[in-house]
């Protein structure tokens, strides 16, 4: 909502107030819930420019269309001036920039130059290059008498235009007088009342004004008015609409953008040649067209609320008016509609034609329905200041809804709620002057233009802002005794671990975006949820897996020439059912770069995935020891090189491994990319302990022994199952097994390998005899034995 | 007794003279050895007369001592200069990189969200979450935007053409706000959460992105009023940007959801072309800057949210997890965030160890 300091004070008196500057009102609006966006003051530019009467123009000696001007500033001295405009003459008073002044149109500095050879010591300026309009045909022409040698700041008049953001509920502050009402209200000037005296109607209204449609047009008033004169409007109503940010079109249209600027009273003119019959507001029937003022066709539906007479729809009702009945220069006989239309209507409407206008954005939020009159009455004498002509009876048709809302308050509210207690005197003054009616018990009668106000804290609110915000004072929120209580929930705790295990194990944190093209969720196996209105194609279906996000990412790094890339992200999968928790690393490239000590660069490989998800598994309390190796890690694995961890067959854990060549090549990476992927929601919760203190420990008195064992199994014996097999044998003396040894070649037969395990042995209260290790290493080969594993001699 | 002498002499000159352990050995063997000169000098004591052996014991063992002090020695010697030799050739050139383990981050949001978490315990908030896929009546209804209120359309929602098993139409949160009432369904009153998480606005420029992160703040209890909204806000802000010349200017707004609406900006000044937070803003080279969306509840919400909003009031703040990350730690592309970039990562991100506590201070020093 943009509108200037003169128009504000049309509707408001400031008097001799000198406090009552823009930097004042600007500073007040905020304060309100007005809040300024800018204050532009188009003449704070333009103090560098001075009016000047030029004395004398003859040709420029080297060009056709330039001229020489003498130019008189006042201060005795004529100036030479070169200019090109045509309207350049003797005896014309216009706008001369001088040397150093900047011209606000592009920001140039004006300077003393020669122009074609002739000395210029400044230019004769054109509206558009003082910002003032898009004139452009010729230089500025002011009247004989205008002050030569003043600037033309001070000839303009200083006229900042504000730029307030108004909030949806605020359809009465969508008008300059709504916003001088909440000024005068919070002590800054004086309300002026709304001058709307009736016009006397010359003849009954001609044409006949129906309502089908109650429920989305309550109230239709109308009146013609004949033998009207359309044209340009003056130049102050011009001014009006410019500082609004509206193109001046012509008297008659310009008269209904005043007014709703104004007082937040959209209307509508028809050119009355153009009607035939019966204004109807009704329904429109499902498939019926309309061209609209913006030039574009609209089909409508039998939701929809529209103006139409015999030969068809003039107007989607409060939104836009159709293009072939709008008012023109040939106008002679005007229609005027002043209505009220159903807010969610005209909002539904609206959003099903994405069609904004001026208009709707007013009635969605709720004009004023007790302001037909005034408005019909203020848009008659403007039309007939402007262009003449005679005006009908009003013909009121329907009858908008005046109830007016009661609010039950205390007064105390303001301090249980707004956290001050403005005394109640106060609180009536300040309701009085926004137009509410407060009764002695409190009683609170809302005005029919704050659609917004229904309960008794929006009361408070009223109170509180017009009081000011700056007088609540800070209340510390009671505290628990104590120090604070621990607050993070089990998921919080482990998804922190686990960030901060894969930050410390050397991966970056990523986020990427939730959303990813079909593309590149068909490539994990398809997307459950796809959106209706995606900003691009690109960002359209919620990820099922964080891989092709981090897959992207590492492409982008790789293509910027990183070597050796370490990702991770927590976030979120999205599921049917769902959205899981879920952490993922990645790894691309070299693990290890060449170096002095380790040689050739060293690729990542699907062990480096492995002792990555071990890791963060068991930060984030998963049962390690107990997790299963296991295979269908899924097709964007590389089939050989992967595998899940599972607990128990059903639940998968996690799953790691190198990623499927043909799925790397689909994102333009040619570098081997491993990666570990948890689901986080898959891990068991931990038993809650009770508390701190840990099991009884107290380190063995005798020393651990080690005994190596050397099997023969058949190659395709996962070597972690010999491992759990060796070290379940005698679990009550066996407490470690490890792999040290996987051989296959020279001594071993075809199609075998050769697994070795250091077995860790802890005696309890007597050291082993030869007797006792014999009968363990036996039970090892036993074991070993069911999986077809050969002692080595 | 005069060839002892010579002997020894001989000996020890021939000890001296060694150049190597074996060299030594063998001295040792010709005079200590079982066959060696000494040892058949000790063996003559045993034949000698009480007077005799009196007068020659001495110096025998006397010679037999002096030998192996010097064998001793000497050997010593030759061990510490073959030791020396040996050190000298293991010599490294240490100024050559050692293995450089791969170092890691945390990227700005997390960390920032943990430091909110950190600052909101303290004050007595836990943490709450829900679905960031989310329902028309969570996201707008029950947050009192019925289907045709105004600011339904400010909100640039993304659909889906889901609807859920109640009918209602699938969207993506446009706020954290849905999670006021799901925490008011699931845990009642009194309350007091935050909840931070990723919410979605068709948008998108240097300073929106169509996804970022949003932190809810929701308070509900007895006697809670606007003086509590400003000095929690007070609050956090300068335990958040630890200065203590945090000014806030809260200004009337409007939000569905609550009432009165207040929104929060804070002032800054601009050092070196940055804003940074601290003092009023109405200074040269200040201004305001605006961080939160606040107000107290709504009762229509508290009435939503299945509390007796006669009995309950309360307040709530949103504010942008992204935007607090920018202004503390000094980015300025917020797209930026979501890119991956290894390079910004390392010096954006934070390490691994730089977690927040109140004793240690919530933020990480530049």
């Not at chain 1, 671990?497 to 994990?524: C, D, K, M, N, P």
């Not at chain 2, 806000?233 to 200004?251: G, N, P, Q, S, Y």
């Amino acid at each position: 909502m943009k509108f200037s300091l003169s128009w504000l004070k049309d509707h408001l008196d400031t008097g001799a107030d000198s406090g009552a500057n823009a930097d004042a009102i600007a500073r007040k609006l905020t304060a309100l819930g007005l809040e300024i966006e800018s204050v532009e003051d188009a003449s704070a530019a333009l103090g560098a420019f001075r009016i000047a009467r030029v004395l004398t123009a003859e040709k420029h000696p080297q060009a056709d269309k330039l001229q020489v001007l003498s130019v008189d500033v006042g201060d005795g001295a004529p100036l030479q001036v070169v200019c090109g405009a045509p309207n350049a003459r003797a005896g014309l008073v216009g706008v001369l920039g001088l040397p150093g002044a900047v011209v606000p149109a592009n920001g140039m500095e004006l300077r003393k130059s020669a122009i074609r050879g002739v000395e210029s010591n400044g230019m004769m300026c054109s509206t558009r290059e003082l910002g003032l309009g898009e004139e452009h045909d010729g230089i500025i022409e002011l009247p004989a008498d205008a002050p030569v040698g003043a600037t033309f700041a001070d000839y303009l008049g200083s006229d900042p235009v504000f730029d307030v953001a108004i909030t949806p509920n605020r359809p009465d502050c969508m008008g300059v007088y709504g916003i001088a009402r909440d000024l005068a209200a919070a002590g800054l000037g004086t309300l002026k009342p709304v001058d709307a005296a009736p016009v006397a109607g010359a003849f009954p209204c001609p044409v006949d004004i129906r309502i089908e449609d109650a429920e989305g047009c309550p109230a239709f008033y109308g009146r013609v008015i004949r033998g009207v004169k359309n044209g340009p409007s003056p130049q102050w109503l011009q001014e009006r609409l410019k500082s609004a940010g509206q193109r001046p079109i012509s008297a008659l249209v310009d008269v209904t953008n005043y007014v709703m600027l104004a007082y937040g009273r959209p209307a509508h003119a028809y050119d009355l040649a153009k009607l035939n019959g019966a204004v109807v507001a009704r329904r429109a029937s499902d498939g019926e067209k309309v061209v609209a003022l913006n030039g574009k066709e609209y089909t409508l539906d039998s939701t929809m609320t529209v103006i139409a007479d015999a030969a068809g729809v003039h107007d989607v009702a409060g939104i836009m008016g159709g293009e072939h009945s709008g008012c023109s220069d040939e106008t002679t006989d005007v229609l005027l509609e002043v209505a009220y239309f159903d807010p969610a209507r005209i909002a539904r409407t609206g959003q099903a034609l994405a069609l904004t206008s001026d208009a709707r954005g007013r009635f969605e939020r709720g004009v004023d329905p007790a302001f037909l009159d005034a408005g019909i009455e203020l848009l008659t004498r403007l039309i007939l200041d402007l262009c003449g002509g005679e005006a009908s009876d009003v013909l009121r048709v329907g009858a908008p809804p005046l109830a007016r809302k009661t609010v039950a308050y205390d007064p105390a509210l303001a301090g249980r709620l707004g956290g001050v207690a403005v005394p109640e005197d106060e609180q009536r003054r300040i309701l009085a002057a926004l137009g509410f009616e407060t009764a002695a018990d409190w009683t609170v009668t809302v005005p029919t233009w704050r659609p917004d106000v229904d309960g008794a804290a929006d009361i408070v609110e009223e109170v509180i802002r017009v009081h000011g915000l700056d007088a609540v004072p800070s209340t510390p929120l009671p505290r628990a005794d104590g120090v604070a209580k621990p607050t993070a929930t089990p998921a919080q705790i482990v998804e922190r671990r686990v960030r901060r295990a894969a930050a410390a194990l050397g991966f970056h944190e990523a986020l990427t975006w939730s959303f990813i093209s079909e593309a590149e969720a068909a490539s994990v196996g398809g997307g459950f949820w796809k959106l209706a209105n995606p900003i691009s194609e690109d960002l359209k279906v919620m990820r099922p897996s964080l891989l092709p996000g981090l897959l992207s990412a590492a492409r982008r790094n790789l293509d910027r020439g990183a070597t050796s890339v370490r990702l991770f992200e927590i976030g979120r999968r999205y599921l049917p059912d769902g959205e899981y928790p879920t952490a993922l690393v990645l790894m691309a490239g070299e693990r290890e770069p060449r170096g002095w000590k380790t040689g050739r660069a060293q690729a990542f490989d699907a062990f480096d995935a492995k002792a990555a998800c071990l890791e963060l598994l068991g930060h984030a309390g998963a049962p390690v020891e107990n997790l299963q190796v296991m295979g269908e890690a899924g097709a964007v694995y590389h089939p050989g090189q992967s595998a899940t961890l599972r607990l128990g067959p059903k639940n998968q854990l996690a799953s790691f491994g190198m990623l499927h060549p043909a799925l790397l090549k689909a994102y333009g990476i040619d570098v081997p990319v491993a990666v570990a992927g948890i689901h986080l929601d898959a891990i068991p919760a931990r038993k809650a302990a009770s508390g701190f203190a840990r099991p009884h420990y107290a380190p063995p008195a005798l020393q651990a022994v080690t005994r190596d064992f050397a099997f023969l199994v058949d190659a395709a014996v996962p070597a972690g199952d010999l491992v759990r097999a060796v070290k379940g044998a005698d679990k009550a003396n066996i407490v470690a097994a490890r792999l040290f040894d996987d051989f296959r070649g020279q001594g071993v037969p075809e199609g075998q390998k050769s697994l070795a395990v250091e077995v860790k042995l802890q005696p309890g209260e007597k050291s082993y005899d030869d007797a006792a290790l014999k009968a363990i290493a036996d039970k090892v080969v036993a074991a070993a034995g069911k999986l077809g594993g050969v002692l080595r001699g | 007794m005069e060839q002892l002498e010579q002997q020894q002499a001989e000996t020890l000159g021939a000890i001296a003279d060694a150049a190597t352990p074996e060299a030594v050995e063998a001295i040792r063997v010709a005079a200590l050895g079982k066959q060696g000169w000494v040892s058949a000098l000790l063996k003559t004591l045993g034949g000698m007369s009480p007077e005799q052996r009196q007068s020659e014991g001495p110096k025998i063992h006397a010679a037999r001592e002096a030998v192996t002090a010097a064998l001793a020695e000497r050997k010593g010697a030759l061990e510490a200069a073959a030791l020396d030799a040996r050190l000298a050739a293991e010599t490294v050139d240490l100024s050559l990189p050692a293995p450089e383990a791969p170092k890691g981050s945390v990227h700005p949001v997390s960390q920032v969200m943990d430091e909110l978490a950190e600052i909101f315990a303290d004050m007595g908030f836990a943490v709450a979450s829900g679905p960031e896929i989310e329902d028309d009546w969570h996201n707008f209804t029950a947050l009192n935007m019925p289907e045709t209120h105004p600011a339904r359309a400010m909100h640039d929602t993304f659909y889906f053409p889901d609807k859920d098993a109640e009918g209602r139409a699938m969207l993506l949160r446009t706020h954290t706000s849905p999670v006021q009432i799901r925490a008011m369904l699931k845990q009642g009153a009194p309350l007091r959460v935050i909840a931070p998480g990723r919410v979605y606005r068709s948008d998108s420029d240097a300073t929106h992105t169509p996804m970022f992160h949003q932190i809810e703040g929701l308070v509900i209890d007895k006697g809670i009023h606007l003086g509590h909204l400003k000095w929690t806000l007070e609050t956090f802000l300068k335990a958040f940007f630890e200065r203590d010349d945090i000014v806030l200017r809260l200004r009337p707004s409007y939000f569905p959801f609550t009432e009165p609406s207040v929104e929060v900006d804070v002032g800054y000044t601009v050092v070196n072309g940055k804003r940074v937070v601290g003092g009023g803003g109405d200074v040269e080279n200040g201004g305001w800057m605006e961080v939160l969306g606040s107000g107290m509840v709504n009762r229509r919400v508290i009435e939503f949210g299945g509390l007796d909003p006669d009995q309950w009031q309360g307040f709530a703040f949103g504010t942008g997890v992204d935007r607090l990350a920018m202004l503390k730690y000094g980015m300025d592309d917020l797209r930026a965030f979501f890119d991956g970039d290894v390079r910004w990562l390392q010096h954006y991100g934070f390490g691994a160890l730089d977690v927040p506590t109140l004793s240690g201070g919530v933020g990480v020093k530049a």
